[in-house]
């Protein structure tokens, strides 16, 4: 996802398959638009809505910057995802799982909206410019 904040959950080592190091991302998809006082509540919450996602990507295609976010520091996160991440293959079947069945990525999605409202973190919840 090409101009998208990501958060890096977990590095793999290579894998026998991929001569490459993969590493699990949560990002936005979507940021939050800009809002103005003259909003409906309704409005307000519609255009503040969070985007995420939540893929296996390559380590080499990902721009690392200075900025971090301490995901132990987010609450709900160490609950949802599993814990347990250590080989790639069951990892990626694991993640599958969770984003099929217990709806995942809007949960993951919720919380971040949470963390845009209180003000925590405002530069993760700002477009990236180039």
């Given amino acids: 996802m090409a101009g998208h904040k990501a958060i890096i959950v977990k590095i793999f ?3 026998i398959d991929k ?3 993969s590493i699990l991302l949560l990002g936005m998809k979507r940021y939050p638009r800009q809002i103005t006082r003259k ?5 307000v919450f519609k255009k503040s809505r969070i985007r995420m996602f939540l893929k296996f990507f390559n380590k080499n295609h990902v721009l690392p ?3 971090s976010i301490y995901l132990k520091g987010i609450k709900g996160i160490n609950d ?3 814990s347990n991440l250590d080989n790639l293959n069951q990892s990626k079947q694991k993640i599958k799982k969770l984003k099929n069945e217990e709806n995942l990525i809007f949960k ?3 919380i971040f909206t ?3 409202f ?3 973190n405002t530069w993760f919840f700002k477009k990236l410019k180039f």
């Fill in 65 to 67: 910057t200075r900025y």
């Fill in 114 to 116: 949470d963390r845009f």
């Fill in 108 to 110: 993951v999605g919720n």
């Fill in 19 to 21: 001569n490459f190091q």
């Fill in 13 to 15: 080592g290579k894998n």
């Fill in 118 to 120: 209180s003000g925590v």
């Fill in 80 to 82: 949802l995802l599993p």
């Fill in 39 to 43: 909003m409906s509540t309704k409005k």
